[in-house]
């Protein structure tokens, strides 16, 4: 009888261990975006991999720094005649090359300039990472307030449907009620649409974070609706073009280039080989030294020269091409704000007014009994409506805005003038 009890009592224990484990595990994960910006930033396998690059370019400085282009050489011998015996003769010979014309200091000034440059690259990807990840996570709060606003249209329009709908109806109340239904299954058919939209986000969400896809996200924290100022457009594109991490990358890929042109140049005068030999025959010492020199007859470095010179003018169109994309990315990035911006003023000004107006007197009318629920239902529906294209815009907004600050490479400045909207563009500041 003991052991029964001590028995059902270790089940006891093991299923309450395994019940709190289980609440433990389904625990999710909260995030606020600062914490997920940084969770991303300390484990996002793309950007470790990249930071990888700038060892590879510190040991390629390392290389370049020694003192000589190659190890010294050593050779030793010994040889005796059998026949005679008495001491061997021996050979001794040591040889070093060296460089005459500063390639080494040159070399170093590349392999530094190639350091500077994958800075600013893993720099330009940790911009680009939190950028992804600002925008994921505006996008999965949106998509939620979405599924939110979906949901409540599908109950109103089965509860109008419940109304509306009689036994024996007339052709047109049939036709009422067909078309009632068909709002209620586009409204679910719209549901289904934007919980997998959402849950795509999720996912990439969770990949930019290298999270399991199984992790439970609770995301905290509101999308910004509050509209700022811009500076001018070419304000932040001459930021940009300063600032920019991908421009500050080619610039520095453009000085490699030119240090290893030179190191080409230099590499046309031959290196010197200075060699010392001692040697023992027959009990006589020998001793001496040389220097030697390759001739330039066939390594000329005429081609890589002309490969030094095509890299570089290559870097410096490249360099061209990105300073006129950048004013491309920022000059679209802010139209596209400020287009959110004016649509948000005017749902604030007018369309949301109007709707919630209308909502307050078809409700009034309801209870003077000088209209039906079936038609308050529907006039909630158009306001549901109007809440989702309102929600668009403020996500439209917020994704513009991180998109001019991918464009400009940091933070956007901020202006003391109280933000307002006009609907004709503005000629030094507009909303942000």
Wanted: a negative charge; one cysteine or more.
């Amino acid at each position: 009888m003991l052991i029964v009890r001590t028995i059902a009592c270790l089940l006891g224990v093991v299923v309450t261990l395994a019940t709190t484990s289980s609440e433990v595990a389904a625990q999710p994960l909260r995030l606020t975006l600062e914490a997920a910006v940084e969770r991303a930033l300390q484990a996002n396998s793309d950007l470790l991999a990249d930071a990888q690059q700038v060892a590879i370019a510190e040991a390629s400085l390392q290389r370049s720094s020694t003192r000589f282009p190659s190890n010294p050489y050593l050779s030793l011998g010994a040889s005796r005649r059998a026949e005679t015996g008495g001491r061997p003769n021996v050979f001794v010979f040591l040889s070093q090359e060296v460089e005459i014309a500063g390639q080494r200091s040159l070399r170093m000034r590349a392999a530094e300039h190639n350091l500077q440059q994958e800075s600013w690259n893993l720099a330009q990807k940790r911009l680009s990472l939190v950028a992804d990840v600002k925008s994921a996570f505006t996008k999965v709060l949106t998509k939620q307030r979405r599924v939110e606003i979906v949901r409540r249209q599908l109950e109103e329009a089965q509860q109008l449907l419940k109304i509306i709908t009689v036994d024996r109806a007339t052709l047109t109340e049939k036709i009422e009620q067909n078309n009632a239904a068909l709002q209620a299954a586009r409204f679910e058919r719209d549901l289904w649409s934007t919980e997998e939209e959402r849950d795509a986000e999720v996912d990439n969400l969770r990949r930019l974070l290298q999270l399991d896809f199984e992790t439970q996200l609770e995301l905290t924290g509101t999308v910004a609706e509050e509209i700022r100022l811009l500076p001018a457009p070419s304000v932040l594109v001459e930021q940009a073009k300063a600032q920019r991490a991908d421009v500050q990358a080619f610039r520095q890929a453009l000085a490699a280039a030119e240090a290893q042109l030179e190191v080409h140049r230099r590499e046309r005068i031959p290196n010197l080989t200075f060699s010392a030999s001692y040697s023992r025959f027959d009990s006589s010492d020998f001793g001496g030294g040389d220097i030697g020199v390759a001739l330039p007859l066939f390594q000329t470095k005429d081609a890589d020269i002309q490969e030094g010179i095509a890299q570089r003018e290559r870097i410096v169109l490249q360099l061209r091409d990105l300073e006129q994309g950048i004013e491309r990315e920022v000059r679209q990035a802010y139209r596209s704000y400020l287009t959110a911006a004016r649509e948000l003023q005017l749902f604030r000004n007018q369309i949301l007014p109007l709707s919630a107006e209308n909502s307050t007197l078809q409700h009034r009318l309801v209870q003077r009994d000088e209209t039906t629920r079936a038609e308050w239902l529907a006039q909630q529906l158009d306001a549901l409506d109007v809440q989702k294209d309102y929600l668009d815009t403020v996500e439209k907004l917020n994704l513009a805005l991180i998109e001019l600050e991918r464009a400009l490479g940091g933070q956007i400045p901020e202006l003391s003038t109280p933000a307002s909207v006009s609907s004709a563009p503005q000629s030094q500041a507009q909303p942000r």
